[in-house]
């Protein structure tokens, strides 16, 4: 079957770094997504990594290794918005999206 | 601003009372998802179109309908709710993916949170 696998909860402190993994295993890969969404409200799009390596994207970094199904998302100087949940999603060999149950981040000041 | 906009943002119906949640988007995008989504949970796909093809997920209760009348429109119809329906439902849009494109960022709506009394 089709699998994605990320923490359900992380804590971190304003100003902080944060690391939040993600594993997968699916039936073929077109990319794998970053979506944040605050409590209430919709997934917004973040990033989207189809080659490894590392995407930078202003506070935010994705990183991609397919060999390992292995992505992270790192958060620099964190601010007490950036609380919400992160979810990780991959598009397998038909297009489709196979989505995480989603990271809960809690930042504390 | 090109968008996606859902009506209602939240509904309140009884049980086994019918409902339709509706989504209209502004992207020109062809392609358009309903998904699921409770508490603490992965969005779960409901149903989608390419263009006006209809694509229902093998485990999508009959319960739930959708119609997608021209480009910009498209709705849900959940015919007896029960209480297990209760959930915010995302409409999405994306282009087409392709070899060429790739995977395509899904853009949602602001979703439609429903309680089922």
């Known amino acids: 079957g089709q699998n994605i696998d990320q923490p359900t909860e992380m804590t971190a402190t304003e100003g902080a770094i944060v690391q939040i993994n993600c594993t997968y295993q699916?039936?073929?890969?077109?990319?794998l997504f970053w979506y944040q969404q605050h409590a209430g409200e919709a997934p917004t799009f973040l990033s989207y990594?189809?080659l490894d390596g590392l995407e930078e994207k202003g506070r935010f970094s994705s990183f991609l290794s397919r060999s390992k199904g292995y992505s992270y998302l790192l958060l620099k100087e964190l601010q007490m918005k950036d609380s919400a949940s992160y979810l990780c999603a991959v598009s397998d060999s038909n297009y489709q999206l196979i989505w995480g149950a989603g990271t809960k981040l809690i930042i504390k000041p | 601003d090109a968008m996606v906009i859902q009506n209602p943002r939240y509904q309140v119906t009884q049980f086994g009372k019918p409902v339709t949640l509706s989504c209209s988007q502004t992207?020109?995008?062809?392609?358009m998802y309903w998904y699921q989504q409770k508490s603490s949970q992965a969005p779960k796909l409901l149903f989608h179109?390419?263009?006006?093809?209809?694509?229902n997920e093998a485990d999508t209760p009959d319960n739930f309908q959708s119609r997608r009348p021209n480009t910009s429109f498209c709705f849900l119809d959940i015919r007896s709710p029960g209480l297990g329906d209760a959930a915010m439902y995302l409409c999405?849009?994306?282009?087409?993916?392709?070899?060429?494109?790739?995977?395509?960022?899904?853009?949602f709506g602001a979703g439609s949170r429903l309680t089922v009394l």
């Open positions: 179109y390419y263009d006006k093809d209809f694509n």
């Open positions: 992207l020109n995008h062809n392609v």
């Open positions: 990594n189809v």
């Open positions: 999405a849009t994306s282009a087409t993916a392709t070899a060429t494109s790739g995977a395509n960022v899904l853009t």
């Open positions: 699916t039936s073929g890969f077109n990319g």
